[in-house]
Structures are given as C-alpha cells and as structure tokens.
C-alpha cells in the first residue's frame, strides 16, 4: 500500500513539473549549471546527452558490464602420470600463438616446461634441466616455476633448485634460470643462469618469481628481474624469512646481479614470503609480498633497474599471517600469495598498479581481492572483493593479469562456491575493464570439480601455492592443477583453456 502511495505522489510531481513555465524551468536550470559548459539554459547532464544520444553511439560499459565471456575447451596440457602442482603462465608478446606453461613435477626431479604454438589448442612438454648434485651420490631438484617472455620472443623459465646429500639432508639452494629460444620447445644446458647460491643448512632460499621489463621505451626494456624470499634456519629448521631479494639480468639472461634487498633492513624481527615483481609503462619495477610479521601485503620499488629499492607501502592489512587450513587445501594450506600487474595501454588507466590477494578466516571463509595505485605505488585503494558469491565458500590461490593491449584486469582463482562441503574447487574468472573499480560476473572456467582431500589425492601438495593466467589482446589463458574425475588416474594434471572476450 505504501508503494502504491509513492507511485500516486510521483506521478502527481510529473503532472505538476509539466506546468511549470518556461521561464521558471530556466531558472531551474540555471542552478544545474557547471558540466555543460556554462550555459545556464542547460543542465548539468545536458553535455553527456548529446554524446549518449548521437547516431551510433555504443556506451562502453563498466566493470561490471563486460563484453561478452566465452571459455574454450578444457585441455589437459600435462597428459602424463604422475602428479604436478602449481603453475605458471605466460604468452609470446610478439607472437601470441605462442604460448609457455610450467609446473612442478612432484614424483620427478625436473620441472616441467609445457608449450604451445597454436594459442593453446595443443601442448608439448619438456624438462628444464638441473645442475649436477653437489655431492657424491647426492640429488637435487627443481621447484616453484614463473614464466616470463622479453620483447625478441625469448621466453625464460624460473625455478629453485634445491640440494640433498646421499642421506636426503638439505645441502643448500640456487636460483635458476632457463632461457628458450624456440617457444619453450627446448632449454637448452648452456642457456641456464645459476646463481644466489647457498650451500649447507645455514640459509635458505625459496619461491622465485620472475618477470621481464617489456615496455618498448623503457630504459631498462627486456632486462629480467627474478625476486625471492631468503630464510635462515637453526637447527636445520626455518627460524625466520629474513629478506625478500631481487635479482636482475641485463644481458638476456646470461649472468644475474648480486641479489639487491626489497623489504625492510631495518634491525628487529621478519618474516617475508611470495614475492611477485612487476614492471610499470615507465620501466619503474614493482615487487610486492606478505609481511607476515605485521600481516599486511606490501610493495617497494626501483627506479633504477632493481639496484636499489625505495621506501615499503602498505597495500592493505590481512587477517591471515602466513597460510590458513581451508577445508580445500587443510593438509598443505593456503599461502597468502600476492599477484600483481600493472597497465601498460594506451588507456585512460595507464601506469595504474593493481595487486590481488586471498585473505578471510576458515569460519567465514576467504575472498579475492584487488586494490589499485594511482600513484605510483605510494598508496592504495581499499580493497575490492573480487569474487561475486554470497554465500560460505572459499576462494584461493588467485593470480593476475593486465592486459597490455586493454588495460582489463584479469584475476583466476579456486572456487569452492559449488560444493557445500567446501571441499571441490572449480576455476572462476573476472574481468574489469574500469581500472579496477568493478569487476563483471564471475565466469566458470572449469567443466568438471577437482578434489584435492580424498581419494589418493597427493595431501603433501594439493594445488600448491599458487595458479596461473596471462592477458593479451582480449584472449585469456589459465592455468591450473587438476584432479577431475577423467584423469584421476594420472594423478594431479596441468589444465589450461582459452577464455575469449569479444
């Protein structure tokens, strides 16, 4: 009844406006003043209807209102027994059909390196290689793979390699990168950059992520940037995660510098993890990670091709410190891993910086978010939850991507939305394409659920601590591990599909 009420009065406030006079609608006008150009016969919205009513005009949209999502073929990429874990992806700026992936190899000693060379219809797969053990008998292995292209269509792959003895005690670690001039088809041993090195059980040194300065005028264009978090330990145990260090390399991958500090020097108590650097349009580099001693995600910066590395911000607080139980992943857990980019178009949001993260509690379950720099990283927006579900569910090991060629910002992650037990994931996806201030309907990617807690699961690594996706010219490639019903018997699996926006 009382809606009814308003309808009657607000028709009888059109009758009434429609008697207004001409001179009284002026001067009503003439208040509405300032975006139509000071013309006070006209209202303030008057200058947009022009632009929205011209012959031909096609409104743009918003974050929420994006062009339309369509998600080709889950692939399995991998098609080889034995489990993998956390991927990787990036694709050949210079030739988009190309296409690189990497993996963990968990029953194996190698990573995995999986390519394409027909946008992501078919896959190949090789092993990057290792170094020789360090001792006699001894073994090592690869682990925690990034994937990242420079602008003459090399593609480089990085990765931990850690050292055991004979008997399986840690005998130290080094970073590595590999560098393929083919499309990923092969590494060659001669193309491996080792460095960083740590020998004995001292320190060590873990989750490299790497990315490749591919702005054409930058000053630092096609120079690589691998960033990490070196540990101590006592007692042959993690006593502390001292640094977050970056490395970079000049002549294609050849040698690396000696390893420049992004996180604080200051004396006192840290704890840094899962660093994700990144390059801005002005070749300014960007590298964010999880403070988990004073639980925030965190940047600094380098103006000088990661020499040395300015002041720390803060892009937002978390609840979770380091990893939390989800029902999903309860056995490895779920690493707060930040994933950044920044807009490298020719768009109105260019220079922006954008970095997404997880965070939540096992009651209430944990969210995607996404916050934005303006200004060069000195500040940030508050966070903007990405996933668009109402109800308990978790969302996990996300991973961003910035269009070069739109600016859009493209975020996949695991989804427990479908399973009231919150144990099945599925791969959702989201795209802004406003600079971050909205994002459209969540779209699923996966077509069929992966539970990562039964059935001879490996329990030891599940999803591992990250995924995968990369952005260029409106086609999207995700990455991810997968157990679905179909492939169980090959164990976990690297599955990738194309998502097209038209």
């Not at 807009?343 to 509690?361: Q, V």
Request: with cysteine.
């Amino acid at each position: 009844m009382a809606d009814l009420r308003r309808r009657r009065v607000f028709r009888l406030g059109l009758g009434l406006a429609s008697t207004l006079s001409l001179v009284a609608l002026s001067a009503l006008n003439s208040l509405q003043t300032g975006a139509a150009g000071g013309d006070p016969t006209k209202p303030t919205w008057w200058a947009k209807y022009q632009v929205v009513s011209a012959p031909g005009f096609t409104s743009a949209g918003d974050g929420s209102r994006t062009k339309s999502v369509s998600v080709g073929n889950n692939i399995d990429a991998s098609n080889e027994p034995g489990p993998q874990s956390e991927t990787s992806i990036a694709i050949n700026p210079t030739n988009p059909s190309q296409i690189v992936a990497g993996a963990n190899e968990i029953e194996r000693l190698p990573m995995r390196a999986l390519f394409s060379r027909d946008g992501g219809k078919t896959w190949g797969g090789v092993d990057p290689p290792l170094p020789p053990p360090r001792t006699n008998n001894g073994f090592d292995f690869g682990s925690d793979p990034g994937i990242a292209w420079d602008t003459r269509g090399n593609v480089y792959y990085s990765y931990i390699v850690v050292f055991f003895s004979s008997g399986g005690a840690i005998n130290g670690t080094e970073m590595a990168v590999a560098k393929s001039t083919d499309g990923g088809m092969t590494w060659p041993a001669n193309q491996v950059a080792f460095f960083a090195g740590e020998t004995g059980t001292a320190s060590f040194d873990d989750k490299p992520m790497i990315t490749v300065d591919t702005n054409l005028n930058s000053p630092f264009r096609d120079t690589i940037y691998v960033a990490w978090d070196h540990a101590s330990f006592v007692n042959g145990k993690p006593s502390s995660i001292i640094a977050l260090l970056v490395s970079h390399s000049i002549d294609g991958g050849a040698t690396f510098s000696t390893p420049a500090t992004a996180s604080s020097t200051n004396p006192g108590p840290k704890a840094v993890i899962g660093a994700d650097p990144f390059v801005a349009p002005d070749g300014s580099l960007h590298v964010a990670w999880q403070d988990v001693q004073n639980r925030s995600v965190t940047e600094s910066s380098s103006s000088d091709g990661g020499v040395t590395f300015g002041p720390i911000h803060v892009i937002s607080g978390t609840q979770v410190a380091f990893d939390i139980g989800i029902p999903a992943q309860s056995s490895r857990r779920a690493l707060l891993y930040p994933a950044c980019g920044a807009d490298a178009s020719a768009g109105p949001n260019r220079g922006t910086l954008y970095c997404s993260w997880m965070d939540g509690t096992v009651a209430n379950g944990v969210n995607v978010f996404v916050s934005r720099s303006t200004d060069h990283g000195a500040s940030w927006s508050a966070p903007l939850r990405v996933n668009d579900d109402a109800g308990l569910a978790d969302h996990f090991n996300q991973w961003l991507s910035v269009d070069p060629a739109d600016g859009s910002i493209n975020v996949s992650w695991n989804d427990t939305r479908n399973d009231p037990s919150r144990l099945s994931t599925d791969i959702f996806y989201a795209r802004s394409t406003d600079g971050g201030s909205a994002f459209a309907s969540n779209v699923q990617v996966t077509t069929a659920p992966t539970n990562e807690t039964c059935c001879d699961a490996d329990l030891g690594n599940q999803y591992g601590d990250y995924e995968g996706i990369a952005a260029l010219g409106g086609n999207i490639h995700a990455v991810w591990t997968d157990r679905r019903a179909s492939v169980a018997a090959l164990d976990e699996e690297v599955f990738t599909a194309t998502i097209s926006v038209k």
